[in-house]
């Protein structure tokens, strides 16, 4: 998995993400919760995400 592989899953779980928050909007305006739960669904994404990049530059440094 590289870099690229990476940002292209991030996007498309951030496009995921935001259409289930245009959603949860829609359909649950007034649901503080459903709202929190979509936001910390964008940190999580932008967390694992990190952690990936991190660990392929590791991955890099140890093969060379």
Do not use: F
């Not at 967390?47 to 093969?63: A, G, H």
């Amino acid at each position: 998995m590289s870099k690229s592989d990476i940002k292209r899953i991030q996007t498309t779980l951030e496009v995921v993400t935001d259409n289930l928050d245009d959603l949860v909007n829609e359909l649950l305006p007034d649901n503080y919760d459903a709202k929190e739960l979509v936001n910390h669904l964008y940190y999580v994404i932008n967390d694992v995400c990190s952690v990936l990049e991190n660990e392929i530059q590791i991955r890099n440094k140890i093969s060379k």
